[in-house]
T-cell receptor
Framework: QQKVQQSPESLTVSEGAMASLNCTFSDRSSDNFRWYRQHSGKGLEVLVS????GEKEEGSFTAHLNRASLHVFLHIREPQPSDSALYLC????????????FGSGTRLLVSP | DPKIIQKPKYLVAVTGSEKILICEQY?????MYWYRQSAKKPLEFMFSYSYQKLMDNQTASSRFQPQSSKKNHLDLQITALKPDDSATYFC?????????????FGEGSKLTVL
């Protein structure tokens, strides 16, 4: 059964400093990875999707996937206080049927 | 304007009672889902529906029953409520469950069971 773990649980960075979040997964046949952001009391918004090894950039968000090492990273360039939120890693397989497994999240605080 | 509407946003219930969580999506999607998020566990998949038919059920308890009266509706009925059911329940949708499309989420219904 797929397991998705995120680290760190919480992270504080200064405004403008790079923030790096880590997600590890257990099933190497996974081929669908997304990072979501959840502001307090709100739903989830997708930040970036990645389906193959390498990097994918969406605005200030860059996902880096390395399936051999079972890692997918999220780098946030020049984060602002408004980026303070819970960041969730979501992993799934496109093998028919649809089941997304989420990590427990990294709570990011961007200080002014 | 929110494309996935969940009602109510907050609700309080007593142990043993029954509640229905409402979800409507206006994205024209064919698949809808329920997820649960509690303080103790990460976001958990509960159900998936495609074209108003149940595709996957990962909820052990029969106290949770999804109901789809229309293609863009997927309500969640919870009976015999327990304090452990306290969580935020998120409705989501995607264009097609057979592919690996992006999930779109509502803002959640936060349930507190006393």
């Amino acid at each position: 059964q797929q397991k998705v773990q995120q680290s760190p649980e919480s992270l504080t960075v200064s405004e403008g400093a790079m923030a790096s979040l880590n997600c590890t997964f257990s099933d190497r046949s996974s081929d669908n990875f997304r990072w979501y952001r959840q502001h307090s009391g709100k739903g989830l918004e997708v930040l970036v999707s990645i389906f193959s090894d390498g990097e994918k950039e969406e605005g200030s968000f860059t996902a880096h996937l390395n399936r051999a090492s079972l890692h997918v990273f999220l780098h946030i360039r020049e984060p602002q206080p408004s980026d303070s939120a819970l960041y969730l890693c979501a992993v799934s397989m496109g093998t028919g049927g649809y089941k997304v497994v989420f990590g427990s999240g990294t709570r990011l605080l961007v200080s002014p | 304007d929110p494309k996935i509407i969940q009602k109510p946003k907050y609700l309080v219930a007593v142990t043993g009672s029954e509640k229905i969580l409402i979800c409507e999506q206006y994205l024209g999607h064919n698949a809808m889902y329920w997820y649960r998020q509690s303080a103790k566990k990460p976001l958990e998949f509960m159900f998936s529906y495609s074209y108003q038919k149940l595709m996957d059920n990962q909820t052990a308890s029969s106290r949770f029953q999804p109901q789809s009266s229309k293609k863009n509706h997927l309500d969640l009925q919870i009976t015999a409520l327990k304090p452990d059911d306290s969580a935020t329940y998120f409705c989501a949708s995607s264009q097609d469950p057979a592919n690996t499309g992006q999930l779109y989420f509502g803002e959640g219904s936060k349930l507190t069971v006393l």
